[in-house]
């Protein structure tokens, strides 16, 4: 089972910057499409931001377009979200997940990460 490690959240002000990092052991990594979720105490889990297999194409959710830059490195098997501008409601356990192929859009996540808790003040 692929194992999936998220890191770089924390306290941050309103308006700050962060980026989160995702580290995955999958050995075929550069040949599936990833994505970022993120969920807030009593919410459902909702979908953030998504990367196909190269990093030639990207989607997001309405409420982070802008502000959220999702990339990857697929020689460190890593993929990475850069927020600008946090809010408030950005707080959230920030989740990555892998897919099942390369197809796109990404319509099935199979493996997911513990999350990284990220807490904006204001």
């Known amino acids: 089972q692929e194992q999936l490690v998220e890191s770089g959240g924390g306290l941050v002000q309103a308006g700050d910057s962060l980026r989160l990092s995702c580290v995955s052991n999958?050995?075929?990594?550069?040949?599936?499409?990833m994505g970022w979720f993120r969920q807030a105490p009593g919410k459902d889990r909702e979908f953030v931001a998504a990367?196909?297999?190269?990093?030639?194409?990207?989607t997001y959710t309405d409420s982070v377009k802008g502000r959220f830059t999702i990339s990857r490195d697929n020689a460190k098997n890593t993929v990475s979200l850069q927020i600008i501008s946090l809010k408030s409601e950005d707080t959230a356990v920030y989740y990555c997940?892998?897919?099942?192929?390369?197809?796109?859009?990404?319509?099935?996540?199979?493996?997911w990460g513990q999350g990284t808790q990220v807490t904006v003040a204001s």
């Open positions: 999958r050995r075929t990594f550069s040949a599936y499409g």
């Open positions: 997940a892998s897919s099942l192929g390369t197809d796109w859009p990404i319509y099935e996540y199979n493996y």
């Open positions: 990367i196909n297999w190269n990093g030639g194409r990207t």
